[in-house]
């Protein structure tokens, strides 16, 4: 499972709220990744990080903010949440077990996140 | 922009073969391939890299044609184990955060 945990695993809130996610990673790897999943979109990269206080945006980042602040935690932030940030946030990591050109990733188990 | 997996959903008996497509409009470099159950995480399969090499899963193939920008993930003699949705993700070029792009995803169904 490439030691990755998500943090909460369920989470209700109330539009206009902050919530943040957590993402933690016990290998040391250097690349982490968020993505949300909704039905008929796959998955959705939201921001990505390649080293501490290392961040850049996905392809859907409006509404969202993440940190970085040590190697093992990668924190997704809603500032002020929305109904439509209702969906299921995954957490990645890029393994390069296979060798530095694979870059292959592994997900964590998810955070299912609904905003009322 | 995200790729095209075909078809949307497939129903197959126990030991069909099956054949899932995925295309870009995008030149590649890389297509990875996950299998998602459900209400668990995706599962890295396979990937394959522009120029032929690939790897991943012993048991499942791919390929992927690099001129038509497409890459099809084969399942022969499938078992009931590999029922899910599979997810094609795709990077244009080889950059240091790899970037993937994921398809919509290809609901198949095995049954005994």
């Known amino acids: 499972d490439a030691g990755i945990t998500q943090s909460p695993r369920h989470k209700v809130t109330e539009t206009g709220t902050p919530v943040t996610l957590r993402c933690h990673q016990t290998?040391?790897?250097?690349?982490m990744y968020w993505y949300r999943q909704d039905p008929g979109h796959g998955l959705r990269l939201i921001h990505y990080?390649?080293?501490?206080?290392?961040?850049d945006k996905g392809e859907v980042s409006d509404g969202y903010s993440v940190s970085r602040s040590k190697t093992e935690d990668f924190l997704l932030t809603l500032e002020s949440a929305t109904s439509s940030q209702t969906s299921v946030y995954f957490c990645?990591?890029?393994?390069?077990?296979?060798?530095?050109?694979?870059?292959?990733?592994?997900f964590g188990p998810g955070t299912r996140l609904t905003v009322l | 922009q995200q790729p095209v997996q075909s078809p949307q959903a497939v129903i197959l008996r126990e030991g069909e073969d099956a054949v899932i497509n995925c295309s870009s409009s995008?030149?590649?470099?890389?297509v990875h391939w996950y299998r998602q159950k459900h209400g668990e995480a995706p599962v890295f399969l396979m990937i394959?890299?522009?120029?032929?090499e690939q790897k991943g899963h012993e048991k499942i193939s791919a390929s992927f044609n690099e001129k038509k920008q497409q890459s099809s993930l084969y399942l022969t003699a499938s078992q009931l184990s590999y029922s899910g949705t599979y997810f094609c993700?795709?990077?244009?070029?080889?950059?240091?955060?790899?970037?993937?792009?994921f398809g919509q995803g290809t609901r198949l169904t095995i049954n005994p």
């Open positions: 990645a990591i890029r393994s390069g077990l296979l060798g530095n050109s694979y870059n292959e990733q592994f």
């Open positions: 290998e040391n790897h250097r690349y």
């Open positions: 990080s390649y080293g501490v206080k290392d961040t």
């Open positions: 995008k030149a590649l470099y890389s």
């Open positions: 394959l890299l522009k120029g032929g």
């Open positions: 993700g795709t990077a244009p070029i080889i950059q240091g955060a790899q970037k993937l792009v």
